[in-house]
């Protein structure tokens, strides 16, 4: 089972390491502080634990055609898991037309807040993957060492026809 390691690994501290071990990994000044690395152990977790991994990973291989990003659900339950989440605030309910109110609004940003809260790592970062904000990209494509999007106005403009 996929396993998430956040700000570990460091040696600044351990004093009872001899000089040849402390040589053999890396330094950091900060600790490692937002350091994600994934460790694979066949044998972690619980029946439970890993017939819900695999599950996670046969839903995002049955809609990978349809939902790219991966949701981060294993990093997700596993947070969830360690802390022992439980969504104690209710759901608000709005219906169409209705007016939100200040109560309503207060209560769905508490209940959100207490999730993201729950997700966030000891070292005060959310890891994830941050495959969201793809949509930047177009207009930094280059072709010709010139962005793609100067060509496009410059064939709209100077168009011979």
Known sequence: ?????????????????NVKEK???IYSTNEFVGRQIWEFDAEAGSQEERAEVEAARSTFYNNRFHLKPCSDL???????REKRFQQTIPQVKVEDGEVIACEKATTSLRRAVHFFSALQAADGHWPAE??????????LVSMFGFPLHVFIFIFIFFDPI
């Open 1 to 17: 089972m996929w396993r998430l390691k956040v700000a570990e690994g460091g040696n600044n501290n351990n004093n009872n390491m």
């Open 23 to 25: 040589k053999a990994y």
């Open 74 to 80: 294993l990093w997700r339950m596993q947070f969830l």
């Open 130 to 139: 941050n495959a969201g904000p793809l949509f930047f990209l177009p207009p």
